[in-house]
């Protein structure tokens, strides 16, 4: 590698592995070749816990990491083998797909990711359009150049089905094939079950704690079998484009653990490709299950071939922005043509997952015209200006079983795109929302028809008391397909901190049976989220999916609780910021009060200092109980009498010489 | 003043009122004298919006503010008019008021609030203590030395009922009077109506709105008789010592909005009494509508009389922080007649509630003992040692009535501490914290008898699908007494982040009917919150709190959501920020990616940029709804067929040219 060396740089400060953490990989039973990466964290007591990790090669010390190169094509020889595929020369490569003006057009739009609102508005964007420049003895122009260069060595030679022939998962799994992924997931959702022991087998306790799954089947242990019958179902997808083979499969449904998305995009003036794929690593070190590419403007086809060769979560986009750019920017010149060139462009590259917006359908728009914020989606938008301008019916439902067809080829999951969902609570359940969701759920019935994998997107901006019924709602129309929202954020007037306001609808919507929840930043309304934003919406949206899953009744959930809460109460301060969600943040905040090393492993906290300890008197609790036993205790509720205070005479101080520490 | 004035510097930071807003004053009628201040904001479009201040004075740029005279004694007049009070000599302070050791006596705990949990453990404290300063010559000695001076001049002379009076809120609401507070309440909580009436106006949009207010009984305007039927009844106190007449009165009622209260504390160490009153003054213009003072340690007496002498919002505090300080830190030492006095010493200064774990009984100590965290509370802690350590039933629970008469003197509420409430998520709802609920259901029948008024403490650390069976408990078994909850945390795994768990918990459970939520803030767990994560901390939980009064359907709470919303909508920024929880941050968060001033009016957004308009957009969707009809859109959903475009004619370009901006 050259040095200095950027991505090297960038790079360096996102591959440490987690504290006391090392990447162990559990082995396939059906398919030997499965190796499944999880964390294991090394407790200070001897004992050990296995995380569910996104991170994927990153922070595997071993891992040869080039981003030049891409990752390993860990899928390929799952692909080869059914046999299903074949390599093709592709669709050529255009000016315009990385955002180069045609002569004659308006200059393209550089409008980024966002309509104004949330899950498309979540991703750096700019403002202005830079000079296009050409000046081959500009250094950026040679930047870019040698960017470009790059991507279309590590673009690959794309796959697709066999004429004929359904590459999708949810086609296998139709046909009753366990594929290599679905024994992957089934091992990555179940982690290792030996260190939870401990934490799942008291009798009370699981009684007391058990969970309130709302209808949704949690099995104690998922099967591979569980997996395909989820998919065959409809009830799950495994968003995994053949060409895009270095995927660590991963499942999003309802039976399985809450996942959630974080948005990044690129943006001409503000980031860099290379920022992109350093943003990717970033979301995903933090817990991103996936990530949408957002990217609109410039360069947009490269950066798209940088983040995918380089991540280990699937990828999700919205094909109609690159569209929305092939024609300049206006809507009205959008064609089935050019948004059909798209999808296979991006199926090529390897997208995992589209948002479609096929439910902005023309009699639905008149219904916003009374709504406080209109329109918000930037998808449902521009689709919507489509129609009008046309007065024809949005062409992606009259097209929609061509898109299967795409979908199918490449195994491409249909995200079903919420164009029109409320921008604000006083617009939420309302009628437009609604007959869009009923849409959704006819597309939902003709993408299974086809063995395409599908999920349903929802908002939004929901009141806590409305959240119930949209997820009603979607389970009634869309026929348990997975539920895929964006928050919902549950007031409107918390600008600068949506992550909390959203947080708060997504826990609650998690816990009725969303699948999976796209992350909101503390910019979200007002700017673009910068690396510490993207780290501050994930974490807010780990506690939502968390909350979700334990109130589901997720085991290996409440068990990741209770270790970090016995190391909590032993004192055990490294063991209760490395099972935390993130450790450098609990660390950080500890050392501000007590920095010296000595206070991490002694046993008090900065709340009680050094004289006072609870652990202590919980001790003295358990000689108490253990004395006195529960019945005579509870005797002496009735009637008190003074006892004689042996208890007393065991030098029972409250406060622990500081001496003894 | 003299200058340099350590407090106007201080104070200078949060005096200036919030932008665009001014203070009104909204008059009394059954009380002429009553002025209930609201913030008005201007908006930039010649509407106006009125809404909840907890700000006091201070933010009032015509209010003489000089905290070494303490706030105007608004409520002296109404007191006396009663005639039920008499002016006395109050008990003689004592050394040990303020930490220091008496011969022969350990060295008094220095433990700063909480017992490694929670409530009691959000405010700044220390780990070591200084050595005591006696060198007069010493700069810092002279310093504390004249702040007791000063705050002996603060001191009022204190009052009391008269022999065989009580002069609480509820003996008053039970005799059937209004009192001035009653009605100052129903004011308050209203807001101004006027401006709310072209968001409430929808008859389509108040049917899909309506709240679910899970058995709450909310009246579309509150009426001082409403203020004065809650009271009567326990399910609303307004904590109001006769000693605190510089208080704004208050309710706490789950017919009411829901209120939240922030803890603060001193610590000899880390912080200085001034710096205590500041983080007052910043903790209500944040929205904190009640403050805990859970000081321990030194100076503890002056710090409370600074405190409540500067405040316009109800103090609390845990009386047994400083009765264990007097007896020097062992729990064991702690007497009914140590404890009484410093109730007295603490009435007679004006706090308005006292946390009182009058709960925590000898039989159910044992039942904590198999817990994964024990006993977290550090109030319970102590009570727990003192009762193991005598043998006997909680001092506080055997003396319950001796208490209320102390209580109904003063008009000091009791919030009835849970001083077993759980830990961890997986010691909630345990059989401990159900018993000792349970026992605060009897007690508050005790203090109703007394005509005391009372409310609950509740947990804690609770999964999302238990919080609501904590709910529907403390209804059942305390009579609608107003409940108090810490949280909950609806998971472990998230120190640093607590504030957001905890405020999922918050949500749901003041939705369910809580009527007061104790703030959590960053460092909960971990460290010493300080300034900026007592604001974090608070913001967090207005958030909380707003998303119940919208969920149970105040409709004041709705309008300030669809005011802003409106705004967002029609771009007007600077109405957005200021109709938000902290304009502060939203425009900061705005500035970083358009700071331009004109950007601020401007018709984009930075998610959008200058060329793309959803606004716009939405303007289109109405003149095409107009056109056409919902009717005829509807017919095209049957059978599409091509229409004339002439919607296109219209030059509906989906960018506007930027020089038409």
Redesign the interface.
Known sequence: MNAPDKFAQLLSLTREPFPASRKIYVPGQIHAGIRVPMREVALSNGESATLYDTSGPYTDPTADINVRRGLEAMRTPWIDARGDTEIYTGRAAQAVDDGVRRAGQ?QA?????????VRE?TSV????RREDRTDPSDPEVQRIAALRAQAAGLQRTPRRAKAGANVSQMHYARRGIITPEMEYIALRENSKREWMAE?LSDA??NQ??R??PMGAQLPEFVTPEFVRDEVARGRAIIPANINHPEVEPMVIGRNFLVKINANIGNSAVTSSIEEEVEKLVWAIRWGADNVMDLSTGKNIHTTRDWIIRNSPVPIGTVPIYQALEKVG????DLSWEIYRDTLIEQAEQGVDYFTIHAGV???F????????????S?GG??L??WC??????NFLY?HFEDICEIMKAYDVSFSLGDGLRP????D???EAQFAELRTLGELTKIAWKHDVQTMIEGPGHV????IQANMEEQLKHCHEAPFYTLGPL????????D???S??GA??IG?YGTAMLCYVT??E????P?RNDVKQGI??YK??A???D????HPTS?A???A???A??EFRWHD??N????PD??R???D???PKEVSKVAH?????????C??K??Q???E???R???DE?????QG?Q???????DGG????IPIQKL
Chains 1, 2 share one sequence.
Not at 423 to 426: E, T
Not at 463 to 466: A, D, E, R, S
Not at 642 to 648: I, T, V
């Open positions: 308006p739009s550089t409008a980024p990711p966002g309509g104004g609102e508005a964007g700019e403002n202005s934490y009370e306790r007391r704690l969970g309130n920017g206006v809507a009205e359908r023309l009699p728009i008149p219904m916003t015209a009374k709504r406080r914020t209109g329109i918000v930037r938008s521009i919507a200006k009008m301008s046309h007065h024809k019916e009259t921008g604000s609570g006083a939420a359940n309302d009141p806590m008391h409305m549950t007031i409107d007037i918390a600008p600068g901190y992550h909390i306001s947080a708060i826990a609650m816990w503390p910019k309304h007002l700017g673009l910068d974490i807010a506690i939502a968390h909350a979700a334990v109130a589901k009744g409440r990741r609780d209770e970090l809460s016995k909590r109460f209760q910021f099972l935390s969600l993130d943040t609990a950080e905040f500890h501000e009060t007590l008090f906290c900065s709340m009680c200092g050094p004289k006072f609870s652990m008197i919980s003295e609790v358990r108490f109980a253990a006195q036993g529960l205790a509870a005797a002496l509720a008190m003074a006892k004689s205070a042996e208890f007393r029972s101080e409250i406060y």
